[in-house]
């Protein structure tokens, strides 16, 4: 690529280009057998090249497996979706009382976590990733309602969801309505804002290895990490225009609370690091091997 080339991409948002693996187990087996939903969603969120981490909420792990049965029984998250269902799934797991936003909270995750995984395990999807009706619905009014001006037409391939990030990234109003799932075919018109001489400005951040290899291990968090990640999810739904405090007030909340109750965290947050050391650990095996068979080639 010439430099003139390279220069006009920089600043892209760059969406790689993924379709959907075959079943790794059929929906009837990762149902009924925990044990094999937890390996095939691993697994799953591996060949997507996908974040995945076991959320917490009130101060314990949220049992994807359970999620993902109650929502598929119920016709899967577009259907409980329309037919406002996550109280009821949320009932399933008896959360404390303090714990306010579940509902939210369990659809955020299973969002991100369960979703394309659904789509495989229960609908039997191919091709490339579908995207929510509710997700897209929301794209469509902004595009109707930003400015055109600073904004270019490209070609992007899919919508990467997991835990990514979905930011400037907006479908071109032509297509059908939201009135089922989105699943495009690899060529789909999207308008992202483009402005080329502007620079982001981030804190500094630890460069990380997974940005030179997206299968390199997530790095483990700490059970402070964690608690703020609860914390975060639920003030956000409770006070929206009140982002610039909630460190403050997620720092006061780990400090008021019982050595107890900060144990339950920091648990989670070594076997967090357990997690980390063992896909660490394969990742190297796999990397050895990788090279052995370059240098034999």
């Known amino acids: ?35 094999v939903f937890w390996d095939t969603l691993r697994r799953f969120h591996f060949i997507m090249g996908t974040k995945f981490m ?23 998250y577009e259907k409980v979706v329309a037919e406002k269902k996550w109280r009821e799934v949320g009932a399933v797991f008896k959360f404390s009382p303090t714990t306010t936003s579940a509902s939210f909270v369990l659809r955020k995750h299973y969002l991100t976590l369960l979703y394309h995984y659904e789509q495989v395990h229960f609908f039997k999807m191919q091709g490339p990733p579908c995207v929510p009706s509710a997700l897209r619905a929301g794209l469509a009014w902004l595009l109707w309602n930003i400015p055109r001006k600073g904004l270019m037409i490209i070609r992007i391939h899919i919508l990467k969801l997991g835990s990514e990030t979905l930011s400037g990234v907006l479908y071109h109003p032509d297509h059908p309505g939201p009135s089922t799932s989105f699943c495009q075919s690899n060529d789909v018109g999207a308008i992202i804002p483009y402005t080329p ?20 291990p997530k790095p483990n968090r700490s059970g402070y990490n964690f608690f703020f990640a609860e914390k975060h999810y639920k003030l956000k739904s409770l006070y929206p225009n009140r982002e610039r405090e909630f460190t403050k007030m997620i720092g006061e909340s780990w400090t008021n609370l019982s050595p107890e109750e900060r144990k339950v965290y920091q648990n989670i947050g070594l076997k967090d690091k357990e997690r980390y050391n063992r896909e660490l650990k394969e990742y190297k095996e796999r990397l050895k091997l990788r090279q052995g068979e370059g240098a034999n080639s």
């Open 1 to 35: 690529m010439s430099q003139s080339s390279a220069a006009k991409t920089k600043g892209r948002s760059v969406v790689e280009d993924k379709l959907y693996p075959a079943p790794l187990s059929s929906h009837e087996d990762v149902s009924k057998d925990p044990i």
């Open 54 to 76: 076991i959320p917490v909420i009130g101060g314990k792990e949220l049992d994807l497996h359970v999620l993902y049965v109650e929502a598929t029984t119920r016709g899967g």
């Open 197 to 216: 001489n502007s620079k982001r400005r981030y804190g500094r951040r630890r460069r990380s290895k997974r940005r030179g290899d997206p299968s390199y």
